[in-house]
């Protein structure tokens, strides 16, 4: 499974962006797929996800209210609109896969997803 983030950029604080995630290899009909980010010199960080058949969806409390995941079944992709952007947003984004379902206790950790690609820059400037 190849998992591709794309759509980073810089934009200004209270800007917005599309993410996009591209998965290949395989065609995902169930499990989790997730949006994480890592910020120069800090730890890997959930945003949120999204269970790919029942389209339920979780977000970290950073970003709720300002982004929103959604994915296209037909396309096998996954996006992530981000708006009202602050500096703080600045990092990689990447979209990792699982093909489980975890309980919402457990889809915040980085180590549950099984198959992770190359991220995408996102730098909000002040």
């Known amino acids: 499974v190849q998992l591709q983030a794309c759509g980073g950029g810089l934009v200004q604080a209270g800007g917005s962006l599309r993410l996009s995630c591209a998965a290949s290899?395989?065609?995902?009909?169930?499990?989790?797929m997730g949006w994480f980010r890592q910020a120069p010199g800090k730890e890997r960080e959930f945003v949120g996800c999204i269970r790919w058949r029942s389209n339920q969806r979780f977000y970290a409390s950073s970003v709720k209210d300002r982004f929103t995941i959604s994915r296209d079944y037909a396309k096998n992709s996954m996006y992530l609109q981000m708006n009202s952007l602050k500096p703080e947003d600045t990092a990689v984004y990447y979209c990792?896969?699982?093909?489980?379902?975890?309980?919402?206790?457990?889809?915040?950790?980085?180590?549950?997803?099984?198959?992770w690609g190359q991220g995408t820059l996102v730098t909000v400037s002040s």
């Open positions: 990792p896969a699982t093909d489980a379902n975890y309980v919402l206790s457990s889809v915040s950790e980085p180590d549950k997803y099984d198959y």
């Open positions: 290899g395989r065609t995902f009909s169930s499990g989790t």
